[in-house]
């Protein structure tokens, strides 16, 4: 008989198996993936108002006092510093504002 006749639930709770190779990687992952690779200043690429500029860079620099779940940005490790700033420069349209960011570190071992 066809299960959807059958008197039988057609979704039920169940967690995905947990093997990383379905997750998707979140804009602020890759991001502070590759700025962990430089020792300098980087430049995000993506324009933001100012108000959401102002607060996902004040995210970034408090990240090592916060609990990592609260955070807005994703891709930030426990124990992570970061400096973080926001403004404009001659490639951002007016209106938009962009994000800098460069890694600190992990507490016990930052970086110069």
């Known amino acids: 008989m066809d299960d959807l006749r059958e008197n039988k639930p057609h979704a039920v709770p169940d967690d ?3 093997n990383g190779q379905w997750r998707r990687q979140s ?7 590759e700025a962990r690779q430089h ?23 408090s990240a090592h006092m916060r609990d990592l779940k609260t955070l807005r940005v994703r891709g930030i490790l426990p124990g992570e510093q970061w400096e973080s700033r926001w ?5 951002c349209p007016p209106g938009n504002f962009a994000i800098w960011v460069r890694y600190r570190g992990n507490g016990d071992t930052p970086s110069s």
């Open 16 to 18: 995905p198996p947990d």
């Open 87 to 91: 403004g404009t420069d001659d490639k």
């Open 39 to 61: 020792d300098r200043w980087v430049r995000i690429q993506r324009l933001y108002t100012a108000s959401t500029a102002a607060q996902i860079s004040s995210d970034i620099r």
């Open 27 to 33: 804009f602020w992952v890759l991001a502070l993936r």
